[in-house]
């Protein structure tokens, strides 16, 4: 990568976490319309607590969606230019072999996309797509490869 590319990922990766780290948490005993949000007592009190008896708790917010989405980008956004930087890296021969075989791997996404279709909350129609396009992705990894080591082969 070029330094001044260099110099602006770095500075995009650092304004994500920045924005992420300075998103503020709320305390629980202030009114809540996540129903998922766990307070830190909550969570080491959750099995022994009887909720009438209960008394008020103060504590900070875990797992709140913005740090969550903030975090994940972050990450989307690093682990981009990791693999960017590893492929390049990579001599112009073996670009053929690695992609062949990075699509052939891709298998996984099949196995997300048929957990996404049977969940029962989730859009039956978005998992139906999802297993489509992941098994499009897999048999042409698969068809792209076989054909790469059919050039290996000596004909006689």
Do not use: C, Y
């Amino acid at each position: 990568m070029q330094p001044n590319v260099q110099a602006s990922v770095f500075l995009a990766t650092a304004l994500l976490l920045v924005v992420g780290l300075d998103v503020p948490t709320r305390a629980a005993n202030q009114p809540s319309d996540s129903r998922s949000a766990v307070t830190v007592e909550q969570a080491s009190d959750a099995a022994s607590a009887d909720p009438d008896q209960a008394p008020e708790r103060q504590g900070v917010v875990l797992g709140s969606r913005s740090q969550t989405t903030i975090a994940s980008l972050t990450i989307f956004v690093l682990a981009i230019f990791v693999g960017f930087e590893i492929i390049t890296k990579v001599p112009p021969t073996l670009h053929t072999p690695l992609m062949s075989g990075s699509n052939a791997i891709s298998g996984i996404t099949l196995v997300g996309a048929v957990i996404v279709a049977g969940h029962s909350g989730g859009l039956p129609w978005l998992g139906m797509v999802a297993v489509a396009l992941a098994t499009i992705n897999v048999v042409g990894g698969f068809l792209v490869t076989h054909r790469m080591l059919s050039m290996f082969i000596k004909r006689k």
